[in-house]
């Protein structure tokens, strides 16, 4: 193996764990807003929001707006279903 793809391997390491405690902050934070909504008796769904968050993501990143749709979907199932 080449010392660039080594390189490129610690870069994408770095990368992963920052993605990684980005994606537990987001949960955290959803999981906090569904808990306030189901103590003020409101539906965790929200499927405008959703659509919201989807279009303003796609928006930033077009190139790859099918993969992060994929992405967030399920974030927002895992957070509002555990």
Same mark, same amino acid.
């Given at each position: 193996?080449?010392?660039? @793809? /080594?390189?490129?391997?610690?870069?994408?390491?770095?990368?992963?764990?920052?993605? *990684?405690?980005?994606?537990? $902050?987001?949960?955290?934070? &959803? $999981?906090?807003?569904? /808990?306030? $909504? $189901?103590?003020? &008796? @409101? *539906? /965790?769904?929200?499927?405008?929001?959703? /659509?919201?968050?989807?279009?303003?993501?796609?928006?930033?990143?077009?190139?790859? *707006?099918?993969?992060?749709?994929?992405?967030?979907?399920?974030?927002?199932?895992?957070?509002?279903?555990?």
């Amino acid at each position: 193996m080449t010392n660039e @793809i /080594k390189e490129l391997r610690k870069e994408l390491d770095l990368l992963d764990d920052q993605i *990684s405690e980005l994606l537990l $902050k987001r949960i955290e934070t &959803g $999981k906090k807003i569904v /808990k306030l $909504k $189901k103590e003020a &008796g @409101i *539906s /965790k769904d929200d499927p405008e929001r959703e /659509k919201e968050i989807l279009e303003r993501i796609t928006e930033l990143h077009p190139e790859n *707006s099918e993969l992060l749709k994929e992405i967030y979907r399920r974030i927002f199932d895992w957070v509002k279903n555990r």
